[in-house]
């Protein structure tokens, strides 16, 4: 469900829930039962959880130059010490 906000000319400002897509343009007011014209607002997008926010941001950013990662995000991967056995210098190297 989405919420919309109408505006009474005698009431004022007032948010009505229906599914997304389907609010007309006028519904009536629920203090004096007049038309209400719906009134255009940005989203909500300030209300969202910061996990979300940071996921939208760093998804924003990859789509034109997408980072080169060693490791999956929150891994770390302890550096390899070099060997001396020297059968193990012909093995392929990450």
Same mark, same amino acid.
Not at 68 to 85: D, F, K, Y
């Given at each position: 469900? *989405?919420?919309?906000?109408?505006?009474? =000319?005698? %009431?004022?400002? #007032?948010?009505?829930?229906?599914? @997304?897509?389907?609010?007309?343009?006028?519904?009536?007011?629920?203090?004096? $039962? $007049?038309?209400?014209?719906?009134? #255009?607002?940005?989203?909500?997008?300030?209300? &969202? %959880? *910061?996990?979300?926010?940071?996921?939208? %941001?760093?998804? *924003?950013?990859?789509?034109? =130059?997408?980072?080169?990662?060693?490791?999956?995000?929150? @891994?770390?991967?302890?550096?390899?010490?070099?060997? @001396?056995?020297?059968?193990?210098?012909? &093995?392929?190297?990450?």
């Amino acid at each position: 469900m *989405a919420s919309y906000v109408y505006r009474c =000319s005698s %009431d004022g400002a #007032f948010d009505v829930h229906r599914p @997304l897509g389907q609010a007309p343009g006028c519904t009536a007011c629920p203090a004096c $039962g $007049g038309a209400a014209r719906r009134v #255009f607002t940005a989203p909500l997008l300030g209300r &969202l %959880d *910061a996990g979300v926010v940071r996921a939208y %941001d760093a998804a *924003a950013r990859s789509a034109h =130059s997408p980072a080169i990662v060693s490791a999956p995000p929150g @891994l770390h991967v302890p550096p390899q010490r070099p060997t @001396l056995n020297p059968s193990s210098h012909r &093995l392929p190297r990450p």
